[in-house]
């Protein structure tokens, strides 16, 4: 029901844009999150935009750097990252519904994930 595209890999200080798109979901009535996970770590949580306001949260080691939007005519949502670390390697999944502490306990729907590697 999620598809999280969109990774790569790319030196740091470069930019990617991920993408999620989705099907079978009433897409307008959730908030879309994304999150990584990165070798050996926990799944931690990377952004979440709402449903109806499209308010954005953001994950302190992201703010300024990634921007969420959400396109609900096209059920996609992007995530544009800039500014790339070397600690922003992980694999990148998309999850609905997604709170404002995007806490990894929540989202009952994940996409598969799509990898994202910097290199130093």
């Known amino acids: 029901q999620l598809q999280a595209s969109g990774g790569g890999l790319v030196q740091a200080g470069g930019s990617l844009r991920l993408s999620c798109a989705a099907s079978g979901l009433a897409f307008d009535d959730y908030a879309i999150g994304w999150f990584r996970q990165a070798p050996g770590k926990e799944r931690e949580g990377v952004s979440c935009i709402a449903s109806s306001d499209l308010t954005t949260y953001y994950a302190d080691s992201v703010k300024g750097r990634f921007t969420v939007s959400k396109d609900n005519a096209k059920m996609t949502v992007h995530l544009q990252m800039k500014g790339l670390k070397p600690e922003d390697t992980a694999i990148y999944y998309c999850?609905?519904?997604?709170?404002?502490?995007?806490?990894?306990?929540?989202?009952?729907?994940w996409g598969q994930g799509t990898l994202v590697t910097v290199s130093s």
């Open positions: 999850a609905a519904p997604c709170t404002p502490d995007i806490a990894p306990m929540w989202p009952r729907f």
